[in-house]
């Protein structure tokens, strides 16, 4: 069964946070890697995160299918880039130092080099960031996290159910795949993608019908055990905030700070070497 | 006396959508610290009644309602859901459905936490309530990694945390195997003794309940109650069989002995039965009748395992070594814990899954090139919920997509269909939709959507989950038609009055391993099986013990073939 949350159960410093501060850190990481294309800023920021990684002890085959799938999309993304405007850079840097002219408008420059760089970059400045995120928090703490900085508790709290109910959804959906199948529905790649749409429909059908029985009782045991009675609610699973969380928060400040502070010398968002 | 902490008073209610009242007229006072059994078959009201209760009706379900409702001396209706929930604590009947933590603690936690607990204090009380239900070293669990009972000792964990006066337990039994059931109906019983709080326990398997003593059994029919007694007085009248409900079985045996059955002999537990001598002399005699047994004609195998082994891939070795003959006709009952293997053996016979080891031979012809679709046609699998198998809005189209699947002709599928829903009992219904069905109807749709397809075997997981008597007795005589039609049918159950009463034969699977095959009879007769198969015994085999029978397992077998005789034939 493919879990949606990998919780990775180790001690480290990483782990020891609370849940609250690791997402605040977390999207305080991705805003700055998003706002910049400091190449520089970009490298330290890539540096940092696997630094942090080693921190955690966090292990590379522990993440591998995450690993893979941005791999894939990081691929992807620069051949898409690449393929609509392969001289994008040039129009963003000024400049263009040709290296190689390939076909057509298909050229090769300094410029478009650099800012495939940054592309990728910003990938590998923020995915170990995610990763770790994913990795080294509890399931259980992570809508009382997503409550701490802000989110109204019930909108926390089906992030919360959702990850409860997901892994029996899967399970449900691969027992009334196999029962149609016999059947006769064919679902392999024997059939045409039209037909296996068509196909589909024959599972979810039924997936949302029982789904449907779940959510009626789910919402009364809810009801029946208060929920949505306060304006707000405690949570079991709450750390306190300790002196590293205070820490983690100032980086993250720090970190958007320097990002935003960086266009002032840039003279905006690109680091212009040309 | 004090004051009741439920009381109806002419109570009526009507469903917004239904065109009549569920329940009219309802007078019923329920008193601090008293243990309350209502009892019905499906569509009497039971649940509804439960509802008001606790106070999804209104609040949750809104309709018409007539009369009055105090739930501790307050107008429910006037209250809210919230406050109510405070007095009332539910346990509803799937505990899948309502464990709603990621873990155990959070899920016992939950109200607690919903009402501004402080952390401080909620830890210890989840873990001294925890405690108490027994499932206080698995606090840190998730949902998948619990039994169903222990998912049902967290629900009850979670509404014992909030000090209520009032439980109600929604069909407890429902999803439990037998020994867990028993286990259950012995918790609440010690919920009961140290809580002091009354219970309400909603359930037509009445002789599991009564495992343990109840003060009272409310029967209802219809919407109304038809009967509010002690136990011992219900058992001696003949109400419990007119009214769809099984009576227990060492009552049904000693009537047919002739026993009269009146309060004083304390029928309410095979427990509390005092027989005289003379009775025990009438059962025991009766016992020892012999009927003429049907000769057992050695039938021609169908499918056939040898050695089958099987690990899934996180590496539990859920089958070591199965090996099964099953016949032609044959109606074949496959039991056992979960977990012993016998749902991941019907995947492999289905194909679902590859054994990594083993033969399989269906009519002497090795299985193993098979797909799903092609052993479809020859072995038909349907699924405990209805509701996971049905994808089409009209009975006809339902039946007729795994022919419209197999490009069979519109003419040939007509008349397949036609003559499948006429087996079923479904002809009349065939223009209606689906969703204007009962639960019931809705497992014959699927059960015919399957048999269309004309196989020689029939698969089917937990047929009567969830039925009432009436019900049961409906599936159960139309799938034993089908074995005389020489369709072989196998049933994976927990019901063991199913097991008695239709499976000629009864296999059972512990740990992986086949290690029973035999007759039902011997089978709930032998404790040790009963025992590694976490069953129960039948009562039948402690009223013969009771007697003095010579045979228990010979005297449940009369019983059997007796009761059929008495059936059939009226």
Not at chain 2, 331 to 359: D, H, R, Y
Request: aromatic letters at 8%; hydrophobic letters at 45%.
């Amino acid at each position: 069964m493919v879990k949606l949350f990998n919780f990775i159960d180790r001690k480290s410093p990483i782990h020891a946070l609370t849940g609250a501060s690791k997402l605040a850190c977390m999207m305080c990481w991705i805003f700055a890697a998003m706002v910049t294309f400091d190449t520089r800023y970009l490298i330290f920021l890539t540096v940092a995160a696997v630094a942090l990684f080693q921190v955690s002890k966090i292990h590379l085959s522990d993440v591998k299918v995450l690993l893979i799938f941005t791999l894939v999309f990081l691929l992807l993304n620069n051949a898409l880039i690449y393929l609509f405007s392969p001289e994008h850079g040039v129009t963003i840097y000024g400049s263009r130092t040709l290296l190689l002219h390939i076909v057509g408008r298909y050229t090769i420059t300094s410029q478009q080099l650099l800012y495939h760089l940054n592309v990728v970059l910003k990938y590998t400045a923020t995915i170990p960031v995610v990763m770790l995120f994913i990795c080294t928090t509890q399931p259980s703490e992570f809508a009382s996290s997503l409550n701490r900085i802000g989110v109204s508790y019930r909108i926390s709290y089906s992030v919360s159910l959702a990850l409860r109910y997901i892994p029996d959804v899967m399970k449900e959906f691969h027992d009334i795949s196999l029962a149609q199948q016999a059947r006769g529905v064919e679902l392999s790649g024997k059939a045409g993608v039209f037909k296996r749409l068509k196909s589909a429909t024959s599972i979810l059908m039924p997936l949302i019908l029982s789904s449907l029985d779940r959510i009626e009782v789910v919402s009364n045991a809810m009801e029946l055990r208060c929920f949505g009675r306060e304006k707000s609610r405690t949570w079991y699973r709450e750390q306190p905030f300790l002196r590293n969380d205070y820490l983690a928060f100032i980086c993250g400040f720090v970190l958007i700070a320097v990002s935003l502070l960086l266009n002032i010398p840039n003279g905006g968002r690109y680091w212009n070497p040309f | 006396m004090s004051s009741p902490i439920i009381q109806f008073e002419n109570f009526s209610f009507q469903y917004k959508s239904q065109a009549e009242p569920t329940l009219h007229n309802i007078n019923l006072s329920i008193y601090p610290g008293e243990k309350v059994l209502i009892a019905g078959p499906s569509g009497c009201g039971k649940s509804t009644l439960a509802s008001c209760i606790n106070g999804l009706i209104p609040f949750a379900y809104p309709g018409e309602q007539s009369g009055s409702l105090k739930i501790s001396g307050e107008e429910a209706k006037d209250t809210s859901i919230f406050q109510l929930s405070k007095t009332v604590g539910t346990v509803l009947q799937d505990p899948d459905g309502q464990f709603i933590g990621l873990t155990v603690a959070e899920d016992i936690a939950f109200v607690l936490e919903n009402a501004c607990t402080p952390q401080k204090e909620m830890i210890p009380r989840v873990k001294a309530v925890s405690d108490k239900v027994g499932i206080g070293h698995h606090l840190d669990h998730a949902p998948d990694e619990l039994s169903g009972g222990q998912k049902q000792r967290v629900s009850m964990a979670g509404v014992m945390i909030n000090d209520v006066q009032v439980f109600l337990f929604d069909e407890p039994l429902a999803n439990l195997d037998p020994a867990t059931g028993k286990q259950a109906i012995e918790l609440i019983d010690q919920i009961h003794r140290d809580t002091q709080a009354a219970i309400v326990i909603i359930e037509h398997r009445l002789e599991d309940v009564l495992w343990r003593d109840v003060d009272r059994i409310i029967l209802m029919r219809d919407g109304k109650i038809l009967l509010d007694s002690a136990p011992d007085q219900l058992l001696s009248t003949g109400l419990l069989l007119e009214n769809g409900i099984r009576e227990p079985l060492y009552l049904t045996a000693m009537r047919y002995a002739g026993v009269n059955i009146t309060p004083e002999i304390l029928p309410q537990s095979i427990r509390s039965v005092r027989l005289s001598e003379e009775d025990r002399r009438l059962v025991r005699d009766w016992g020892a009748q012999q009927l003429p047994a049907p000769a057992p004609e050695p039938g021609e195998a169908l499918l056939s395992a040898e050695g089958i082994d099987f690990t899934y891939e996180n590496g539990f070795h859920a089958l070591k070594g199965v090996s099964l003959r099953i016949e032609k006709g044959e109606l074949l009952a496959i039991v056992g814990t979960n977990g012993a293997g016998k749902s991941t053996f019907s995947k492999v016979i289905c194909g679902f899954e590859k054994p990594q080891k083993g033969v399989l031979k269906f009519k002497g012809q090795d299985m193993s090139s098979l797909s799903i679709k092609e052993r479809a046609d020859r072995i038909g699998y349907v699924m405990q919920n209805p509701n996971q198998m049905i994808s089409k809005s009209f009975i006809f189209d339902e039946v007729a997509l795994g022919l419209r699947l197999r490009g069979v002709a519109e003419e040939e599928i007509a008349r397949r269909v036609e003559e499948t829903l006429k087996i079923c009992g479904l002809y009349p219904f065939r223009k209606w939709p689906i969703s204007a069905l009962s639960f019931g109807q809705k497992k014959r749709v699927t059960i015919a959507s399957i048999l269309v397809l004309n196989p020689e075997m029939l698969i089917l997981d937990e047929p009567t989950a969830g039925q009432d008597f009436r019900h049961y007795t409906e599936i159960m005589e139309f799938l034993r038609g089908l074995s005389a039609l020489d369709i072989t049918v196998v049933m994976i159950t927990h019901d063991m009055h199913l097991m008695l009463e239709y499976a000629k034969r009864a296999v059972v699977f512990s740990q992986g391993q086949i290690i029973a095959d035999d007759t039902s009879a011997n089978i709930l007769t032998s404790p040790d099986i009963i025992r590694r198969a976490s069953l129960k015994e039948t009562s039948l085999y402690d009223l013969a013990l009771m007697c003095g029978a010579e045979a228990p397992n010979r005297f449940v077998q009369h019983f059997i073939d007796y009761d059929r005789e008495a059936r059939t034939h009226g």
